[in-house]
């Protein structure tokens, strides 16, 4: 099994920045994505950012020029650096990673941290 565990979420004015951090750990897995996702209230949850284990980013739309996402692969812990947030980015925001352990491929989740930008 991979847990995954969340950090950095919080209040924060329009314009604000915020700084999520997640770790994975376990034993005998290899992870190949890792990314964040979020969940406004009555909304479906959807891509805010992934990386690869080569580095490569991949952004939503709405979020592009304004977050960033990076890794740290020895670490097993992705980043996701959020500037100028608007009061839409409000959500709960979960990470994920896309793993193998052995010949099973894992898509772990974590247990989301509340993001809300407001005044």
């Known amino acids: 099994q991979v847990q995954l565990v969340e950090s950095g979420g919080g209040l924060v004015q329009p314009g604000g920045s915020l700084r999520l951090s997640c770790a994975a750990s376990?034993?005998?897995?290899?992870?190949?994505?890792m990314g964040w996702y979020r969940q406004a209230p009555g909304q479906q949850r959807e891509l805010v950012a992934t990386?690869?284990?080569?580095?490569?980013?991949n952004y939503a739309d709405s979020v592009k020029g304004r977050f960033t996402i990076s890794r740290d692969s020895l670490k097993n812990t992705v980043y996701l650096q959020m500037n100028s947030l608007k009061p839409e980015d409000t959500a709960v925001y979960y990470c994920?990673?896309?793993?193998?352990?052995?010949?099973?491929?894992?898509?772990?989740w974590g247990q989301g941290t509340q993001v809300t930008v407001s005044t």
């Open positions: 994920n990673a896309k793993a193998t352990l052995g010949p099973a491929r894992l898509d772990c």
């Open positions: 376990g034993s005998s897995f290899s992870v190949y994505v």
């Open positions: 990386i690869t284990s080569g580095g490569s980013p």
